[in-house]
C-alpha cells in the first residue's frame, strides 16, 4: 500500500473566533483517506492498541506562513509503523592471535 495513503495532511490555523480563555487557540481541518481509515479499523480489530485502548498516530506540526503573510501550522498524522528488530549479528570471533604461531618468516622484508 502507497506510504501517502497512510498520513492525512492539514493546516491549524490562528482562531480568529476566540474570544474566552476555553476556546481553541489553533483551529483546523484534516481530511483521512479511506485507506487510512480502513488500516485504523484493522488495527482496532487485531488488538493492534495503545496504552489508552486506541490506535496510536505519530503527529507532526511544521511552522508556516501563507502567501497572505498569515501564521499556521502544517500538520500530519500517519499511523505509527510497527518497530521491526533487527537481528543482532554475532560477533566475529578472532583469529588465533596467539604469539606463538607468528614468525619471523612472516614478516616479508
Not at 33 to 57: F, I, N, Q, R, T
Amino acid at each position: 500500500m502507497d506510504n501517502n495513503e497512510m498520513r492525512c495532511d492539514g493546516a491549524i490555523f490562528t482562531n480568529k473566533f476566540k474570544d474566552k480563555d476555553t476556546k481553541p487557540d489553533w483551529t483546523g481541518d484534516i481530511e483521512m483517506s479511506k485507506a487510512m481509515l480502513k488500516e485504523l479499523v484493522k488495527k482496532v480489530k487485531a488488538g493492534d492498541l495503545g496504552e489508552k485502548g486506541g490506535v496510536v498516530l505519530k503527529q507532526a506540526l511544521w511552522n508556516r506562513t501563507s502567501k497572505n503573510g498569515n501564521e499556521y501550522k502544517y500538520s500530519r498524522l500517519e499511523v505509527k509503523k510497527e518497530q521491526v528488530e533487527q537481528p543482532v549479528a554475532e560477533p566475529v570471533t578472532s583469529v588465533n592471535d596467539d604469539a606463538d604461531t607468528f614468525g619471523e618468516e612472516d614478516i616479508p622484508f
